[in-house]
């Protein structure tokens, strides 16, 4: 009845612009019984305003607004990337919870570097609390991503300053001023201003002070911070004075922070409650099947350590999802060798779908005179294990026995 506007009693004047204005047919019965806004316009105290002629809506686009009354009629709704968000702001517009939800989810499960930073702000504008974690956590887990991404430039001021805020960030502070730099640069750009530092300084504003200069070191400050010409001559020298004499200079007196931004820890998922003890030869692999029920991302792993003959000096990780490589690399162990499983993590971060089976092979080498080492190995482990709200599933309970342990973060 919708689609062929069989009896239809409203007519909604949906559009920002002349050009994009859209006649759109509906039934008031059906808007009114599902949302408490159309209920009030066509049959309270203000309905003989509405009970005749077209209703303007020009805050919505046309296709959103379908898509709305679809999900009325259906509770059916196809999302996008594109109309997720125009939907998501119909949603609350018209107190509609169930397709707010949807929204939200959809959301939450297609955060990408690219759109976390629009997302996280429509989020705080929709006051939005599990979709704001989700955000942040994914902003302080992969941060270099997201501030290299094409988008972060065409954030505003004000979010910005919040994600300066974060005391848990993985990116080092002099790469987070450069990629403030960045942004200064192209706000400067959108404002027809030249680039110079001193128009960069004025537009970060008091946002500078949120960067944790002094926890630089001298050699990152000096080179790169001190000649950018965004700071003052009296801030570099607070700076360089703490930075010299750390002990006698007063951090009170500085007008940036001082404590290092926190890595975010990850989840430490373990596989095994019961060890036996075996021999490992270098060339010797573990490996495992695994998925989950929600996005992940792999930090690193535990992987058990030499207890007797030659030292673990490094591990080959590679990890593929059907024939596509994700990871094949090298890393050498640095970790105190006198705890039994030792946490090595990825140089970068790798990403794992939902309901998507992973393959992870990791080649222990042993570096001595015996080319092996006698290592820990977990035994009656389970095929299905949940832990901090995501559900991992082995392919067999006992794979992998010499790596008991997986680093995680939600995704």
Do not use: W
């Given at each position: 009845m919708?689609?062929?506007?069989?009896?239809?009693?409203?007519?909604?004047?949906?559009?920002?612009?002349?050009?994009?204005?859209?006649?759109?047919?509906?039934?008031k019965y059906m808007l009114v019984s599902r949302s408490p806004v159309f209920f009030a316009m066509f049959c309270g105290p203000m309905s003989e305003t509405t009970s005749s002629g077209t209703i303007r809506v020009p805050d919505v686009e046309p296709d959103a607004f379908r898509h709305m009354l679809e999900y009325l009629y259906s509770d059916e709704v196809e999302l996008s990337d594109d109309l997720v968000l125009p939907i998501l702001y119909i949603g609350k517009k018209y107190i509609i919870p169930a397709l707010t939800t949807k929204c939200t989810t959809y959301l939450e499960e297609h955060l990408h570097p690219d759109n976390v930073c629009l997302i996280y702000e429509q989020s705080l504008l929709y006051d939005e609390t599990t979709l704001i974690e989700k955000c942040v956590l994914f902003i302080e887990t992969r941060t270099e991503d997201v501030l290299h991404s094409s988008s972060f430039t065409d954030i505003p001021l004000a979010l910005l300053t919040r994600i300066l805020q974060f005391e848990c960030l993985t990116i080092s502070e002099l790469e987070l001023f450069q990629a403030c730099l960045r942004w200064?640069?192209?706000?400067?750009?959108?404002?027809?201003?030249?680039?110079?530092?001193?128009?960069?300084?004025?537009?970060?504003?008091?946002?500078?002070?949120?960067?944790?200069?002094?926890?630089?070191?001298?050699?990152?400050f000096s080179r790169v911070v001190a000649r950018s010409g965004i700071l003052t001559a009296e801030e570099k020298c607070s700076v360089f004075e703490y930075l010299t004499c750390e002990e006698d200079c007063d951090s009170h007196a500085l007008l940036f922070p001082v404590t290092p931004r926190q890595k975010p820890q990850p989840s430490i998922l373990k596989r095994f409650s019961v060890f036996g003890k075996s021999n490992v030869y270098s060339g010797d692999c573990s490996i495992m099947k695994l998925q989950c029920d929600k996005p992940v991302i792999i930090k690193g792993f535990g992987v058990s350590a030499s207890l007797n003959y030659d030292p673990l000096a490094e591990i080959q990780v590679t990890i593929k999802q059907d024939r596509t490589f994700m990871c094949n690399r090298s890393i050498p162990i640095t970790e105190e060798r006198s705890v039994d499983i030792m946490h090595v993590c990825l140089p970068e971060c790798v990403i794992f779908k939902a309901n998507t089976w992973y393959t992870i092979i990791v080649t222990f080498h042993f570096y001595g005179d015996h080319d092996q080492g006698s290592c820990r190995r977990g035994k009656g482990g389970s095929k299905t294990i949940t832990f901090d709200g995501v559900t991992f599933e082995f392919d067999r309970a006992d794979s992998a026995g010499f790596v008991p342990q997986i680093l995680f973060c939600s995704a």
């Open positions: 919708l689609q062929c506007r069989i009896a239809c009693d409203v007519t909604f004047s949906v559009g920002p612009t002349q050009d994009t204005v859209e006649d759109i047919a509906a039934h200064a640069q192209s706000e400067c750009k959108r404002h027809n201003k030249d680039t110079c530092p001193r128009n960069k300084r004025k537009i970060l504003g008091d946002a500078i002070y949120l960067i944790h200069f002094p926890s630089m070191s001298l050699k990152e």
